[in-house]
């Protein structure tokens, strides 16, 4: 059985019994989500993006960071 679309590995389940507080199994749910990427995953696939964009702003994401530590490293050098 070949399929196209591309079957989710896991489900997030939370299991929740009489006493369980309906906050901690919102926090709980919200951690595996996390864990699980699937926030970041939608953010993603928000849309489209073409690949040479995605290139150039991952670039740019790096060249900004590398600034950004080289100004760090560079602040307490300073001598008198």
Do not use: Q
């Not at 073409?50 to 300073?78: D, F, I, L, Q, Y």
């Amino acid at each position: 059985m070949a399929h196209d679309k591309k079957e989710p590995k896991e489900n997030i389940r939370i299991d929740i019994t009489d006493g369980f507080a309906v906050e901690r199994a919102l926090k709980k749910f919200k951690r595996l989500c996390d864990a699980y990427g699937i926030v970041k995953e939608y953010r993603a696939r928000e849309y489209y993006m073409k690949p040479s964009v995605k290139r150039v702003e991952k670039m740019e994401a790096a060249e900004k960071r590398r600034k950004k530590t080289n100004s760090k490293s560079g602040r307490g050098s300073r001598k008198i």
